[in-house]
């Protein structure tokens, strides 16, 4: 007759068992799926703290494990924004522009196309270098004023984009400048003319009308040039450039 297994013979049998197992009760417990509000709460307070990085780990899992939640569309926007305030604009742009792809009438919409506007405008390179992110911030401000006409940021930008009209104005006043000094007075005279044309309001004009003026003495347009000063005399009076031209005037008696 078999006697009982001895003690020896069922711990080795408890560890076999446990081993067939694969050990289960040795694995960490998964991390809990943290609901949104409280994710969107950490995430707001490490962005508040300029934790960027932490901010965005907490807001991209609201868009990832939250889609659906009333969380997620600011949770978009605050990945973009925790971009930007690291000025990590190329990655600002493509988050706000995600955004606008996904909730184009969201309540918010307006914020992130000023924000998204804003991402180029702080780009703005001097006068003597390109200006393609000039162009580029003109056209989201003008976008924000044409599809959000009532919103809080319209009247900002309108201002920026005045700005930016002055700034691109000044880029073809100061490329005409070059073309005179190389003696390409035709070239000159394009860029002069497109500035009166396409930014009349602009703080340049002044300047535009006199070497345009310039431009025409050099080319024996004398009756065009007169009358260029008169106007910029007469209309612009109290700018060193009309002052310049009455100046000039006076030495064409």
């Given amino acids: 007759m078999l006697g009982s297994p001895s003690r020896h013979t069922r711990i080795l049998l408890a560890a076999v068992l446990l081993l067939a197992g694969g050990c289960g009760w040795l694995r960490p417990a998964p991390t809990p799926i943290l609901p949104p509000d409280e994710l969107y709460s950490t995430g707001e307070s ?20 939250h889609p659906n939640s009333s969380y997620a569309a600011r ?19 493509k988050e706000f522009e995600a955004f606008l792809a996904f909730f184009p009438r ?36 003008r976008k924000l004023v044409k599809e959000y006409p009532e919103s809080r940021y319209a009247t900002e930008a ?13 880029k073809e006043v100061w490329v005409a400048n070059y073309y005179f000094t190389q003696g390409n007075r035709s070239s000159a005279r394009q860029r002069l003319e497109l500035v009166l044309k396409e930014y009349p309001r602009t703080l340049v004009i002044p300047e535009a009308l006199f070497m345009l003026a310039e431009v025409n003495f050099h080319e024996g347009k004398n009756a065009e040039a007169v009358r260029l ?25």
Avoid: N
């Fill in 75 to 93: 949770a978009r926007f605050l990945i973009g924004e925790a971009h930007y305030r690291e000025a990590e604009f190329d990655k600002a742009i």
């Fill in 158 to 170: 309108l201002a920026k984009i005045d700005i930016c009209r002055g700034r691109l104005a000044q």
């Fill in 106 to 141: 969201h309540q918010i919409a307006d914020l992130v196309q000023y924000r998204l506007a804003m991402s180029y405008y702080d780009q703005l390179k001097p006068v003597e270098q390109d200006q393609g992110l000039t162009q580029k911030a003109l056209e989201q401000f």
């Fill in 229 to 253: 000063l008169r106007r910029l005399s007469e209309e612009y009076g109290y700018t060193e450039f009309g002052r310049r031209a009455v100046q000039r005037l006076r030495a064409q008696r």
């Fill in 46 to 65: 490490d962005l508040a703290q300029k934790r960027y990085e932490q901010a965005r780990e907490s807001f991209k899992k609201i868009v990832e494990r």
